[in-house]
């Protein structure tokens, strides 16, 4: 359930509430795609930067460890320790992403596991049978994620094959929340619109899925090799046919100036690996744009990494002790860095909603947007 607390233009502050935690929108959902953070980062270190939503992801669950496994148990907040909302990708983006091993046909995709060769076959009704095992607070619709460069009749074609494949997936997920022993028997599911650059099919797909009633929807197929400027326009475009009391999902992005102007168009909830990622090669999110802390100029600072900030890092270490790290190759660089990357993403999305509620959010914007991505 989605509660509209207050807008300012289009951003939304509002409260989703699910089954295992209130979620204060707009929020960053944290990626965890095997079921940990890259960098050795827990649940516990999760509750400590803030952290409200945790992503984990269908395929690569379903490869390793097995997701009847996680079922057995008892689902994956039971197994990883972290007992709030939890969204799980239906693995669609993972098989865009082998697509030099798969075969796409009505029923599904034909692929070849990336671990060890196995084919695997994924269709929409697999898709959310794996994901009622893993018992997520969200579950995502199977659908094609395709390239920006796409032809348009291949557009066309695909996304009416999403749409005939969400339809299956909300058939499978409520006989399956029916089923006395199922984890999650109040499972989410969310659809995805999908038409890469082309506003007409984006927003004639979106006007069908919403047909569906789903619990939320998710704008799937960007930042895979479109412009900034189109990213804009395509969700600007799309948001006006987003039913108002649903949660909006911009999948995959991104940085924090993205993340501001996804706010700015209307969105709810963000994902992307790139905090983490970006931190275990030593790149730091600050407030006054990215750092590198292998740059010899931190050798000696005994600045944290980012002054003021109430991180677990930069609480305890200074610039030169972590940058000592990345020197020596351990481990320990690599997780405070990622520590600090989420807490700065949380603290973001934090301020965001503070900035919403004190109708001063276009100012924020407007200080911030191009600031956060600007390396230093």
């Not at 979620?23 to 827990?42: C, E, L, Q, R, Y």
């Not at 992503?55 to 990883?80: A, M, Q, S, W």
Request: one cysteine or more.
């Amino acid at each position: 359930m989605l509660k509209v607390i207050k807008k300012e233009g289009k951003a939304r502050l509002c409260e989703f509430t699910t089954v295992h935690s209130q979620v204060h929108t707009p929020a960053f959902m944290n990626v965890a795609t095997s079921g940990a953070i890259k960098g050795a980062v827990d649940s516990v270190d999760l509750e400590s930067v803030n952290c409200q939503v945790m992503l984990c992801n269908t395929y690569h669950l379903h490869v390793r460890p097995n997701d009847e496994l996680i079922r057995d148990l008892g689902g994956l907040n039971k197994f990883t320790g972290w007992s709030k909302t939890t969204l799980t990708d239906s693995g669609g983006f993972q098989v865009f992403s082998l697509a030099s091993l798969r075969k796409i046909e009505e029923e599904g995709v034909s692929f070849s596991s990336h671990i060890d060769g196995k084919h695997i076959f994924m269709g929409p009704c697999e898709s959310i049978r794996i994901q009622s095992n893993l018992g997520s607070t969200i579950a995502m619709a199977f659908d094609e994620c395709i390239a920006s460069s796409s032809e348009f009749d291949y557009v066309l074609k695909s996304c009416n094959r999403t749409t005939r494949w969400l339809y299956r997936c909300k058939e499978e997920m409520e006989r399956l929340n029916a089923i006395h022993d199922t984890i999650n028997k109040k499972q989410m599911l969310f659809g995805i619109n999908q038409g890469s650059i082309f506003s007409d099919l984006r927003i004639k797909h979106m006007e069908e899925i919403v047909k569906l009633n789903l619990d939320g929807y998710a704008i799937g197929g960007l930042a895979v090799g479109e412009s900034k400027a189109e990213m804009h326009r395509i969700i600007s475009c799309v948001e006006t046919f987003m039913p108002e009391d649903k949660p909006r999902y911009l999948m995959g992005v991104g940085t924090p100036g993205d993340i501001i102007q996804g706010v700015s168009n209307g969105v709810d909830l963000f994902d992307c690996v790139m905090p983490s990622r970006n931190a275990r090669h030593g790149h730091i999110f600050t407030w006054n744009g990215i750092i590198n802390i292998n740059n010899q100029k931190y050798r000696c600072d005994d600045n944290p990494l980012e002054p003021g900030c109430s991180c677990p890092a930069c609480t305890a270490h200074s610039r030169s002790y972590i940058r000592h790290l990345f020197k020596s190759k351990e481990m320990l660089g690599m997780r405070l860095c990622v520590m600090h990357n989420l807490y700065f993403y949380n603290t973001l999305m934090e301020k965001i909603r503070d900035n919403i509620e004190q109708n001063t959010f276009s100012e924020f914007k407007e200080k911030y947007a191009d600031l956060l991505d600007t390396r230093i």
